[in-house]
């Protein structure tokens, strides 16, 4: 894997270096990341071709807001951890991490926010969901795990990963303190969940500035990846850098020759508002020209998935 993630008293046992000048990950922090979200989706609503699609995601995230509030998570992560660590794995991997009931509850106490909000279409997605048994949502929940986005509808597909997005940013949230990351390589995949991630953002400021982090598009984690290599592929000798208006467009894609996969990068520093799931929702005449030019995603929106 990637990043390793070690519990911390291990480290102290085996008296292991750590000594990064440059943090390979930032675990979420969940205080305003929603409202943050939802603000930023409403002001880029104001003058985007798909503004109506950025309000109603700013109605989902105000949401998320609420449910995380509602349901707070408690659970012990240690024995995960340290088993996880031990097979060089990431310790909340979609891909086996077993789900309990919270993220169900969640899934429930959203659409019941959510109802009230919507009309049409989106209201009669929300009734569906809202009758599905827990089966039927497990099956989904794995299905977009497994990347079988044929098996979920793309209207219910935001809603369900929604919730489970909030379940595992509220572990993942747990982890600071009792554990800590070390590099390796091969970063394309979360170092805490395995997920992929929504974009990259080059931050600002004293402590990251201009550094290079991946945003994972499930956990909310945020993870290192040095600029001018392909986060994908690892390659340097063919990337390129595509904006729509200007050389100093907070928002470029990345794309890779070798690959031919990109990936958006958002620079805080030409505008410090530049959020994750908002900015690259925002940018999709980007994707539209990445696209005619021949490269794919190498990363998956919250809020946009391939479906049916
Ligand atoms: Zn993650
Ligand atoms: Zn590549």
């Known amino acids: 894997m990637s990043i390793r993630i070690i519990p911390q008293d291990e480290l102290e046992k085996s008296d292991r270096k750590t000594a990064e000048m440059i943090p390979p990950l930032l675990f979420p922090r969940l205080k305003n990341l929603?409202?943050?979200?939802a603000a930023r989706l409403r002001q880029l609503a104001e003058k985007n071709p798909l503004g109506d699609y950025l309000r109603f995601t700013a109605v989902i995230a105000s949401a998320q807001e609420i449910v995380l509030y509602d349901h707070p998570l408690q659970m012990d992560l240690h024995a995960r951890l340290v088993e996880t660590a031990r097979q060089g794995k990431p310790p909340l991997d979609i891909h086996t991490l077993p789900r309990d009931g919270h993220w169900q509850r969640l899934?429930?106490?959203?659409?019941?926010e959510l109802k009230p909000e919507m009309t049409g279409q989106a209201l009669a997605v929300l009734e569906n969901l809202e009758k599905a048994s827990a089966q039927e949502l497990e099956a989904m929940a794995s299905a977009l795990f497994d990347n079988d986005f044929a098996r979920v509808s793309?209207?219910?597909?935001?809603?369900?990963?929604?919730a489970l997005s909030v379940y595992w940013a509220q572990m993942?949230?747990?982890?600071?303190?009792?554990?800590?990351a070390e590099y390796g390589e091969q970063r394309q995949f979360c170092p805490v969940c395995a997920s992929?991630?929504?974009?990259?953002?080059?931050?600002?400021g004293t402590q990251h500035g201009g550094l290079r982090y991946l945003h994972c598009n499930l956990c909310e984690s945020e993870w290192y990846v040095v600029r001018s290599k392909c986060t994908n592929c690892?390659?340097?000798?063919?990337?390129?850098?595509?904006?729509?208006d200007s050389e100093t467009a907070p928002v470029k894609a990345e794309s890779c020759g070798d690959c031919?996969?990109?990936?958006?990068?958002?620079y805080q520093e030409k505008d410090p508002a530049v959020e994750p799931v908002a900015d690259d929702l925002a940018s999709l005449v980007l994707d539209a020209r990445m696209e005619q030019e021949g490269f794919s995603r190498s990363s998956l929106n919250p809020f946009l998935f391939p479906g049916e």
Request: glycine share 4%; charged share 20%; net charge positive.
């Open 34 to 37: 929603y409202s943050r979200r």
């Open 107 to 112: 899934l429930h106490s959203l659409i019941a």
């Open 154 to 162: 793309s209207d219910k597909a935001p809603f369900i990963w929604a």
């Open 172 to 180: 993942a949230a747990l982890i600071p303190g009792k554990a800590r």
């Open 196 to 204: 992929v991630p929504v974009t990259s953002i080059v931050h600002m």
């Open 234 to 244: 690892e390659q340097t000798r063919d990337l390129h850098y595509w904006s729509l």
């Open 260 to 266: 031919g996969t990109y990936l958006k990068m958002l």
